[in-house]
């Protein structure tokens, strides 16, 4: 099968590289096939894949924040233009989106099909992608995923390489309490996409770790993975001045995919293991 990923570079998109690699990939930098333009969807076309992934975006809060519109041409109408070749083509695609598209105002894990109705210009452009790809394409599953980490630099890595500074100058780590999520292991998230890619079955997955925990307690968890005795110090997102605001309870709960037998570990054995993975804690 011809593969396409869109956003090979990235995060989860380069476990998807490890994930499919049994197939044959074509995997174009942004400067090759530039999925914010019209023109990509020609490109595609011609690269005649049998399946695409994207898990491209524009992934900086606080920037979608600063330049929505380019929030806008890049997660809602890049999506647009790789859900059009897909018709195309009639062949599956794979929507990478987040838990951000939700409010943050519930009381318990949001669920598949829990209203979407994001605070934030990021979120609100990767709505806007989640429902062109449900229009345009015919065959689409959307894989939400939270709190990535795993490899490449992320909030795991960073607390693991601050805890590790911050113990030879005594300083104590301040890290918020009232942001809850789902702390997810990219590897893990490739592999259940994977999954449901090979079940043939469309839809909404939240591609999650089990569980959910604040900033502050998946903080502490990595500097206890990293045997690294640092004082956590709690405080609240108000104390910190930023352009975006993320939703302060955005868990996300892995129902849909679980009913066909797909689930992930509780983040807290990911976090361990990805803790161990650290060789150097530099970034």
């Known amino acids: 099968m011809r593969v396409l990923i869109l956003g090979a570079s990235g995060q989860l998109g380069s476990e998807l590289t490890k994930t499919f690699a049994d197939h044959q990939l074509f995997v174009p930098s942004h400067q090759e ?48 233009y790789a859900a059009l070749a897909c018709r195309d083509r009639d062949i599956p695609l794979v929507y990478v989106s987040t838990n951000e598209v939700f409010s943050g105002n519930s009381q318990q894990a949001y ?20 429902q062109a790809v449900l229009q345009h394409a015919p065959n689409v599953f959307i894989t939400r995923v939270a709190w ?21 100058t005594g300083e104590p780590l301040r890290v918020v309490t009232d942001e809850v999520g789902t702390p997810t292991h990219a590897a893990e998230a490739a592999w259940a996409i994977r999954q449901l890619v090979d079940s043939n079955i469309p839809g909404i997955y939240h591609v999650v770790n089990e569980g959910a925990c604040s900033r ?37 709960s892995n129902n849909a995919a679980a009913a066909m037998g797909i689930r992930l570990r509780r983040w807290q054995a990911a976090v361990i293991a990805a803790v161990a993975a650290i060789d150097e804690p530099t970034e």
Request: proline residues 10%; aromatic residues 8%; contains cysteine.
């Open 148 to 168: 990535l980490f795993g490899g490449q630099r992320n909030f795991v890595r960073t607390i693991a390489r601050l805890g590790r500074e911050r113990l030879q």
């Open 111 to 130: 669920s598949e099909y829990d209203q979407p109705a994001p605070i934030n210009a990021y979120g609100r452009s990767k709505w806007g992608g989640e």
């Open 33 to 80: 096939l530039d999925l914010s333009q019209p023109t990509a969807r020609a490109a595609i076309n011609q690269l005649a894949p049998d399946l695409v992934l994207l898990p491209a975006a524009f992934t900086n809060v606080d920037g979608c924040a600063i330049d929505p519109a380019r929030a806008f041409r890049e997660n809602t109408l890049g999506p647009k």
């Open 216 to 252: 502050h307690e998946l903080a502490c968890a990595v500097l206890a993975a990293a045997g690294i005795d640092l004082p956590v110090e709690p405080i609240s997102s108000a104390e910190f001045s930023r352009p975006s605001s993320p939703p302060p309870f955005s868990a996300l």
